[in-house]
């Protein structure tokens, strides 16, 4: 009876370890940096969190306010975040170790390829400001420190020739919004999700009647120096209260990272579980709606993709070009 009931044991416990979500009957406590509380990747942090804790067995998953991606991939770089949100352009500086990256590349790997970053370039109809290049000896946020949306902002303004011909501030989405409604600043740059809360907030302001600036002209130069990171979107008149017409932006993809160190099975589980729980995700954030198989194929990730998710992936007949 007692050598029946250890064989049992002991064949559950080699089924356990041998299945790709075996090691999830094992506790596991799993953070997620994502960004300021007025942007997308916050609510998409604490969707994929909730939803992994509810859904792995032993995992605990917590969502943490970061400046952004350049704050996210230093931290899951360093081993002090398990994962990250992140836009393709900062993530491929980091896999280089360029630019913000100098002092070293960073040990990271793409998970999943989620939504497209609409960069916003708001101001208000009282500035007078109608285009990017009137932008010029203006008062203008161009994100927070830490943020991917700093170093696009700046990007766009090169290309323009406006590098140097702002006054420079470096706010978060919230603190740009107050500041633009307090007449503090004259514009802000923001790459996110469209909606962005923080924004619609603007937009629902009275007597802020908002007004979003053209620069898809910017992405052919930015694509020159930088490689074929960006591309030209819309942003629809729809998405802002007070808006007259649709506006030409650029555009990059938004990925969750890890480090190359993250065991294979644990990987294939947070991809395994997101896809499958894809609905849920849905339900908590519309921009989840995007995640697609098929966009893994695209090439929207720059970075190489960690053996967990192209695991995943295989079993599901997609080869990612990375």
């Known amino acids: 009876m007692k050598a029946t009931l250890f064989v049992a044991r002991l064949c559950c416990l080699l089924l356990m370890f041998a299945s790709p979500l075996g090691f999830a009957q094992q506790k596991l406590n799993l953070s997620i940096g994502s960004g300021a509380t007025g942007g997308v990747f916050y609510p998409l942090g604490g969707g994929i969190a909730q939803v992994l804790s509810r859904n792995v067995p032993g995992w605990q998953v917590t969502a943490e306010v970061t400046g952004g991606s350049v704050d996210n991939l230093k931290l899951v770089g360093s081993g002090r975040s398990d994962l990250g949100f992140t836009m393709a352009d900062a993530a491929w500086d980091a896999y280089k170790g360029q630019e913000k990256f100098k002092s070293r590349k960073l040990p990271l790997r793409a998970l999943l390829v989620l939504y497209q970053?609409?960069?916003?370039?708001v101001t208000v109809e009282a500035t007078g400001l109608a285009s990017i290049k009137d932008l010029a000896g203006k008062r203008v946020s161009v994100g927070a420190p830490g943020s991917a949306t700093e170093i696009m902002a700046m990007r766009i303004l090169e290309a323009y020739g406006l590098s140097d011909a702002i006054r420079r501030e470096r706010l978060s989405v919230n603190e740009s919004v107050n500041a633009l409604k307090d007449r503090k600043i004259d514009a802000f740059f923001w790459a996110g999700g469209v909606p962005t809360a923080a924004v619609t907030d603007l937009a629902a302001?009275?007597?802020?009647?908002?007004?979003?600036?053209?620069?898809?002209?910017?992405?052919?130069?930015?694509?020159?120096?930088?490689?074929p990171l960006y591309s030209k979107g819309q942003i629809p008149q729809t998405a802002y209260s007070g808006m007259t017409r649709d506006v030409g932006d650029a555009s990059v993809w938004?990925?969750?990272?890890?480090?190359?160190?993250?065991?294979?099975?644990?990987?294939?589980?947070?991809?395994?579980?997101?896809?499958?729980?894809?609905?849920?995700?849905?339900?908590?954030?519309?921009d989840f709606g995007s995640l697609e198989l098929s966009t893994q194929l695209d090439g929207g990730s720059p970075l190489p993709f960690h053996p967990g998710a192209a695991k995943y992936f295989a079993e599901k007949g997609v080869k990612p070009k990375r």
Do not use: C, Q, W
Request: glycine letters at 4%.
């Open 117 to 121: 970053n609409k960069m916003h370039a």
């Open 205 to 227: 302001s009275p007597g802020a009647k908002i007004r979003l600036l053209d620069h898809a002209d910017a992405v052919d130069a930015m694509n020159r120096k930088y490689g």
């Open 254 to 286: 938004n990925l969750l990272v890890v480090n190359e160190s993250m065991p294979d099975d644990v990987a294939y589980a947070i991809v395994k579980t997101v896809f499958e729980r894809k609905a849920d995700l849905v339900a908590i954030h519309r």
